[in-house]
Nanobody, 121 residues
Framework: QVQLVESGGGLVQPGGSLRLSCAAS????????MGWYRQAPGKQRELVAI?????????SYGDSVKGRFTISRDGTKNTIDLQMNNLQPEDTAVYYC?????????????WGQGTQVTVSA
């Protein structure tokens, strides 16, 4: 199947920046749709960003991060980055890498272990 490993979380002051990375491995034969969700205590998991597998696809962002976060792909590799700028305390959450189930396959959506991002003075 697919395994996801995130890295790059940490503690940052308001207005600061962090860069998260996620590497996918396993039974992968093409470019994957990949993305990020986040979950803060007491809140539902919410979409942060998605980058499609299609070469002409357009990344999608959650409303709360538009203009501040940028998702990108490392060439043709199934590795993605999330550049987070102007971080605010409301961005504090566990950030999870995400790969949706693939068409024609009996598999679940895939999730990474999560990486903690804390924004505090």
């Amino acid at each position: 199947q697919v395994q996801l490993v995130e890295s790059g979380g940490g503690l940052v002051q308001p207005g600061g920046s962090l860069r998260l990375s996620c590497a996918a491995s396993g039974s992968i034969f093409s470019i994957l749709t990949m993305g990020w969700y986040r979950q803060a205590p007491g809140k539902q998991r919410e979409l942060v960003a998605i980058i499609p597998s299609a070469s002409d696809g357009t990344p999608s962002y959650g409303d709360s991060v538009k203009g501040r976060f940028t998702i990108s792909r490392d060439g043709t590799k199934n590795t993605i980055d999330l550049q987070m700028n102007n971080l605010q305390p409301e961005d504090t959450a566990v950030y999870y890498c995400y790969v949706p189930r693939r068409r024609g396959r009996s598999e679940p959506n895939y999730w990474g272990q999560g990486t903690q991002v804390t924004v505090s003075a």
